[in-house]
């Protein structure tokens, strides 16, 4: 038997080559009946009920596909932990943009280079928005997080349009969500 795995760090998750669509079109375009299993899980997290059930569930002879190393691991060690246990499980994995991995000791070698170099990319990703923010931290004017949406005189016109309408009707008028304007009620109170 052969399935599929596609993972997706977030539901927006649009990346050429990662979202749902495109992993789950590679792997039918290369086995047009493959089972495809889809889950929406951060590789960071170990815990991923549906890739877990899926190594639970595969047998001897049976064949995983994944499109790229880094949806089946995030790390140098987990990945060859997983491929391991497939492995003595007599399990095959292929991975389309590289190729079958086998169990003989160049397949083993070749995986743990690939994953190494995947995570050494990750780490350089991090390690560049790392410097990014603190090169912005230093630059006058700079704010943590997502700037705001509505400045505080339309947020306090909006609070003032409350005494006489419905949070419906000053959402309709202002654009503000009714959560916000909820949001900041409740604040107000407090203070």
Sequence with gaps: MIIGYARVSTKGQLKEGHSIEVQTRNILDRYDDAEI???QYTGTTIDRPIFNKLIEDLK???????????????NTVEGISIVQELFNKGISVHVINIGLLENTSMGKFFLTTLLA??????????????T????AKTKEGFKEGR???YTSKQIN???EMLKNNSYTEVTEITGISKSTLIREVRKRKVK
């Design 37 to 39: 299993r889809v889950e």
């Design 60 to 74: 001897q002879g049976d064949t995983l596909v994944v499109t790229k190393l880094d949806r089946l691991a995030r």
């Design 117 to 130: 170099v995947a995570e050494m990319e990750r780490n350089t990703i991090i390690e560049r928005t790392q």
């Design 132 to 135: 990014g923010k603190a090169i």
């Design 147 to 149: 700037p705001k949406l």
């Design 157 to 159: 016109n909006a609070i």
